[in-house]
């Protein structure tokens, strides 16, 4: 069982930056495939980012350039460092993790443990 506790969310002005954590505890951290994603109010959840044990990441389209994923498995965190904040950005952000598999990483439903998600709110 692996468990999921988010940190690092709040109030930022736009153009603002943000690093959210993510600590896991459970076996085999580094097994698993980390990932970032959102839910605005009224909306689906949706991807963000994802990064696999050895460091490969895939970013949404919208969020390349602006955030980066990245892990520390020795400490069994995962980060997602977030840089010209726009107030669309504003949304529970949640962690994920799943095993390795052939579904796509930003599939929502391949991820077996979710945090409890983490507010962003991005002012204009």
């Known amino acids: 069982q692996v468990q999921l506790v988010e940190s690092g969310g709040g109030l930022v002005q736009a153009g603002g930056s943000l690093r959210l954590s993510c600590a896991a505890s459970?076996?085999?951290?580094?097994?698993?495939?980390m990932g970032w994603f959102r839910q605005a109010p009224g909306k689906e959840r949706e991807f963000v980012a994802a990064?696999?044990?050895?460091?490969?990441?895939v970013y949404a389209d919208s969020m390349k350039g602006r955030f980066t994923i990245s892990r520390d498995n020795a400490k069994n965190t995962v980060y997602l460092q977030m840089t010209n904040l726009k107030p669309e950005d504003t949304a529970v952000y949640y962690c994920?993790?799943?095993?390795?598999?052939?579904?796509?990483?930003?599939?929502?439903?391949?991820?077996?443990?979710w945090g409890q998600g983490t507010q962003v709110t991005v002012s204009s």
């Open positions: 990064i696999w044990s050895g460091g490969t990441t």
């Open positions: 459970g076996p085999i951290f580094s097994m698993y495939i």
């Open positions: 994920a993790a799943r095993g390795p598999g052939s579904s796509s990483w930003s599939d929502l439903y391949s991820y077996d443990y």
